[in-house]
């Protein structure tokens, strides 16, 4: 697709990937309405990734053709990251209220600087700290974790893995992926989806299977839009956008989903409007403005370049 072939500036990347969480607020949605109509996580997840190899294996052939040893390396790290945030979340909800799994997911946004700093040897500015805080205060009051009461549990710990699996792959699609051609890396996380998703399916789920307690009208429905955008389409977007901005930008701004999602779910009636959403969301968006805009005024960085050269 040549839509993923040509270079960005750091602004278009950065929109492209608010684009992506936009489709993933809905997404989210699709998600506990097929788990309603009693669709497995397990087969979800196998149904899901059969769907979106299909679409990879038709609009990236060409890019899938010219493969190398390197490829099908970083292809599968990524792959097993992204099957590992996915599956893992809607597991610890299992065990946990909403509520807390949303707050400890989103604590990804405070170990990307910290996982790049182990692997890619870059230290964290003050200024990614400072948007940090911010964005942990927003998120605190966009979930109303305070208000629902937070006690730490099996869904807790869950929760938190995913958070660090999805900093990891955050870090490694940015950093170590970027030589790989966008549409090899979004064919390997498919196949992995897919492969793993059946896999435990059978593992954990075929004895208990019972096909007449699902009603596949809705779960077909969900699987098609959970594969064709909430996949193909947001995961070609993020894994080519990342290409162009840094982790620490990309974390803040894929955090989005939350206030996307948070706001969809207001919209369908699925949660009521808090004042505690409003203000967070508010706060998110401000310190991700924050991450992206200059410290100083353009003619204050002037002078101080003046000063520097001796001017």
């Known amino acids: 697709m040549k839509l993923f072939t040509r270079p960005l500036s750091k602004m278009q990347a950065n929109l492209m990937l608010i684009c ?6 809905w997404c989210i ?21 059969f769907v979106y190899s299909a679409l990879c294996l038709l609009l990236y052939r060409k890019q899938i053709a010219r ?41 990804n946004v405070l170990l990307v600087p910290f996982i790049a700093w182990l692997f890619l ?4 500015t003050g200024k990614n700290f400072l ?10 009051l966009l979930t109303g974790v305070l208000e629902a009461g937070f006690s730490f549990n099996l869904g807790n710990a869950l929760a938190l893995l995913c958070a660090v699996c999805f900093a990891t792959l955050i870090t490694y699609l940015g950093s170590y992926a970027k030589g790989t051609d966008t549409g090899i ?31 596949w009208g809705i779960s077909i429905l969900c699987v098609l839009g959970l594969a064709g955008v909430g996949s193909f389409l947001c995961t070609s977007l993020q894994t080519y956008a990342q290409k ?5 930008s990309a974390v803040l701004l894929l955090s989005l989903e939350s206030v996307f999602a948070s706001t969809f779910s207001v919209l369908l009636g699925f949660e009521p409007l808090r004042t505690g959403l409003v203000i967070g969301g508010l706060i998110i968006m401000g310190a991700i403005y924050l991450s992206e805009a200059p410290l100083a005024m353009p003619h204050l960085a002037r002078q101080r370049s003046g000063r520097r050269s001796g001017i």
Do not use: E
């Open 20 to 25: 992506a969480t936009f489709f993933w607020g």
């Open 121 to 124: 040897k870059k230290r964290p």
């Open 185 to 215: 890396l979004v064919f390997f996380m498919a196949v992995t989806q897919a492969v793993m998703g059946g896999l435990l399916f059978f593992a954990m789920d075929f004895a208990s299977f019972s096909p007449a307690s699902i009603n």
């Open 67 to 107: 493969i190398r040893r390197k490829d099908i390396r970083h292809g599968i790290i990524a792959g097993l990251l992204n099957f590992a945030y996915f599956f893992i979340q809607n597991l610890s909800l299992k065990y946990t209220v909403p509520s807390n799994c949303s707050f400890l997911t989103s604590m």
């Open 131 to 140: 948007c940090m805080g911010i964005y942990l205060i927003g998120v605190t």
């Open 29 to 49: 949605l699709l998600v506990k309405v097929a788990i309603n109509a009693g669709l497995p996580v397990t087969l979800l997840h196998f149904m899901r990734g």
């Open 244 to 248: 162009y901005t840094t982790p620490s």
